[in-house]
C-alpha cells in the first residue's frame, strides 16, 4: 500500500525526549516513501556518513512492513553555523601531515582548498555513533507514521473490497434462479437429440449406435448445467474473503489466492453458460474480481 512519512532532528535537539550526544552537528532528515507491490521491495538512499547504519534499517522496517515498494533516504545537512565554525588548531595540523604524507608519494596532487578543509574537519568533528543513534529514533518515527498512513489506506480498500464483495452475491443470487431454466433448455435438446437418435434407429441403426449416442448427449447435458457447484463454492469464498477482511492483519497473501479461486469460478460459469444472461453476469463477475484482485496483492 502506498504511505509517505518523514522526521527531522537538529543538533541540539534531543530526539524522542532522549539525551544524545554533542559530537554529531548538523540537521538529519529520513523519508520513508512505500508504494503498491506484491513483495516487500526495499531501496536506501543514504548519505556517506550514515551508510553504514543501512542494516539496522533494514531489520527495522523488514520487522514493521511484509508489502511493497519501500524507498529509504536519509541525509544530513549542515547548519550555518557550523558552516563558519573554525577547524581546531589539532585538527588543521592532522589534515596538514595527511596531505605532506600524501604529497610525498603523488607530488601531482592538488592542495586541499578551504571548502575541503572545512568538510573534513566537520566530519572529523561528527561522532557516527551520534548519527546512528539519532537515525534508529528517527525511523522508528517515521516508519510507526507510516504504517498508521497505510492503516487509514487498508481500511479505505477494505470497505472497497466488501462492497465488491455484495455485488458479486448480487450477481449470483441472480444467476440462481437461471439454472432451472437451462436445465430445461438442455432437457429438450437432449429429447431432440433422443429422438433424432431413435430415427436412426428406425433407418437401419443399429441399437447399439442409438444408446451410445443418447450417452453421449446425456454426459454432455450433465456437464453444461452443473453451474450450480460453481456458484456454490463461489459463496464459500467470498465468505472467507469477507471474514479475512473484517479479522484484519497480515491476510494479503491469502486473500491473493482466494481471489485467484473467485476467477477460477467466474470463468467455468461462463463456459458452461447456455443463456446470455448468464454469460452476461459471468462478465460482470470477472470485472468485480479483477477490480479486487488489483487492490488485494498490495494488502499485506
Do not use: C
Not at 537538529?10 to 539525551?19: I, L, P, T, V
Not at 551508510?51 to 527495522?60: G, I, K, T, V
Not at 610525498?104 to 592542495?111: E, K, L, S, V
Amino acid at each position: 500500500m502506498t504511505g509517505y512519512a518523514s522526521a527531522q532532528h537538529s543538533s541540539g535537539e534531543a530526539a524522542s525526549g532522549q539525551e544524545v550526544g554533542k559530537g554529531a552537528t548538523g540537521r538529519l532528515g529520513l523519508e520513508i516513501r512505500s508504494v503498491n507491490s506484491r513483495f516487500l521491495d526495499l531501496s536506501f538512499r543514504l548519505g556517506e556518513e550514515l551508510r553504514a547504519h543501512e542494516p539496522q534499517l533494514r531489520e527495522l522496517i523488514t520487522g514493521r512492513i511484509k508489502r511493497g515498494k519501500v524507498e529509504v533516504r536519509a541525509g544530513v545537512e549542515g547548519t550555518e553555523g557550523e558552516a563558519l565554525r573554525e577547524p581546531s588548531t589539532a585538527t588543521l595540523q592532522r589534515l596538514s601531515a595527511v596531505q605532506d604524507s600524501v604529497r610525498t608519494w603523488m607530488p601531482d596532487a592538488p592542495a586541499l582548498s578551504v571548502a575541503e578543509i572545512l568538510r573534513l574537519a566537520a566530519a572529523e568533528s561528527g561522532s557516527d555513533g551520534d548519527w546512528g543513534e539519532r537515525l534508529q529514533q528517527l525511523a522508528v518515527q517515521a516508519v510507526a507514521d507510516l504504517l498508521a498512513a497505510r492503516e487509514r489506506e487498508g481500511a479505505r480498500l477494505a470497505k472497497m473490497l466488501l462492497g465488491h464483495l455484495q455485488q458479486l452475491r448480487t450477481l449470483a443470487e441472480q444467476a440462481r434462479p437461471l439454472v432451472p431454466q437451462l436445465v430445461e433448455q438442455q432437457r429438450q435438446r437432449f429429447l431432440e437429440r433422443w429422438k433424432e437418435a431413435m430415427a436412426m434407429g428406425d433407418a437401419g441403426a443399429t441399437v447399439e449406435a442409438a444408446q451410445d449416442r443418447a450417452l453421449t448427449e446425456a454426459t454432455s447435458f450433465a456437464i453444461r448445467i452443473d453451474v450450480a457447484e460453481e456458484l456454490t463454492r463461489l459463496a464459500a469464498h467470498l465468505d472467507e474473503i469477507e471474514r479475512l477482511v473484517n479479522k484484519g492483519g497480515e491476510v494479503g497473501k491469502r486473500l491473493d489466492f482466494l481471489i485467484q479461486e473467485l476467477h477460477r469460478e467466474a470463468n467455468t460459469l461462463g463456459s458452461k453458460s447456455a443463456a446470455l444472461e448468464l454469460t452476461k453476469i459471468s462478465v460482470d463477475m470477472k470485472v468485480l474480481i479483477e477490480q479486487m484482485r488489483e487492490q488485494v496483492q498490495n494488502i499485506e
